[in-house]
Antibody
Framework: EVQLVESGGGLVQPGRSLRLSCAAS????????MHWVRQAPGKGLEWVSG????????GYADSVKGRFTISRDNAKNSLYLQMNSLRPEDTALYYC??????????????WGQGTLVTVSS | SYVLTQPPSVSVAPGKTARITCGGN??????VHWYQQKPGQAPILVIY???DRPSGIPERFSGSSSGNTATLTISGVEAGDEADYYC???????????FGGGTKLTVL
């Protein structure tokens, strides 16, 4: 059974940093691209970042480019999102999502339950 | 960047057919995926590559796309289908996925 478990969320002040983690199990982690998708309270889904199976390529939404960094450790079956210079508008539930192939061109076929990030003073 | 437009809400009686649209420039030339999100739950993929269904998704769910509109069709709607539905495509111009704003399906 595919499982994606996010952690690392919490309350943080504007301008500070936070690192999210996603522990994956139930599939061959290094065969698939991975994504972070967020959902602000009461709002829709927003793709944040994606990374190919071998970390050869990463992509970011314009809203986070230059502030967030995605990475993965295939030996640990883990995905990460380093979030710097956080802003109140980054407040959201952050989902880890599994891609359905090695690249991020394809849909996400499994999602975690999310970790909540609240940016407020 | 590429914009996907969905109606905020669609209402349908049980047993009837619900059609949720997703508008985008020449969306018929792109691969469209659909996600269902029930309150308090993570999204799940219900249709991919326009019309394919993942295992476990009922045949009542189908998808189509042509011109500037993609459509998710749910036949024989059940109370359990009440959820938010999001369309998604890959935007080659900015090299990343894009989501529509979502449609809340209400079963009357």
């Amino acid at each position: 059974e595919v499982q994606l478990v996010e952690s690392g969320g919490g309350l943080v002040q504007p301008g500070r940093s936070l690192r999210l983690s996603c522990a994956a199990s139930g599939f061959t982690f290094d065969d698939y691209a991975m994504h972070w998708v967020r959902q602000a309270p009461g709002k829709g889904l927003e793709w944040v970042s994606g990374i190919t199976w071998n970390s050869g390529s990463m992509g970011y939404a314009d809203s986070v480019k230059g502030r967030f960094t995605i990475s993965r450790d295939n030996a640990k079956n883990s995905l990460y999102l380093q979030m710097n210079s956080l802003r109140p508008e980054d407040t959201a539930l952050y989902y880890c999502a599994k891609g359905s192939s090695t690249t991020w061109y394809n849909p996400s076929d499994y999602w975690g339950q999310g970790t909540l990030v609240t940016v407020s003073s | 960047s590429y914009v996907l437009t969905q109606p905020p809400s669609v209402s349908v009686a049980p047993g009837k057919t619900a059609r949720i649209t997703c508008g985008g420039n020449n969306i018929g030339s792109k691969f469209v995926h659909w996600y269902q999100q029930k309150p308090g739950q993570a999204p799940i993929l219900v249709i991919y590559y326009h019309s394919d269904r993942p295992s476990g998704i009922p045949e009542r769910f189908s998808g189509s796309s042509s011109g500037n509109t993609a459509t998710l069709t749910i036949s024989g709607v059940e109370a359990g289908d009440e959820a938010d539905y999001y369309c998604q495509v890959w935007d080659g111009s900015i090299d990343h996925p894009v989501f529509g704003g979502g449609t809340k399906l209400t079963v009357l």
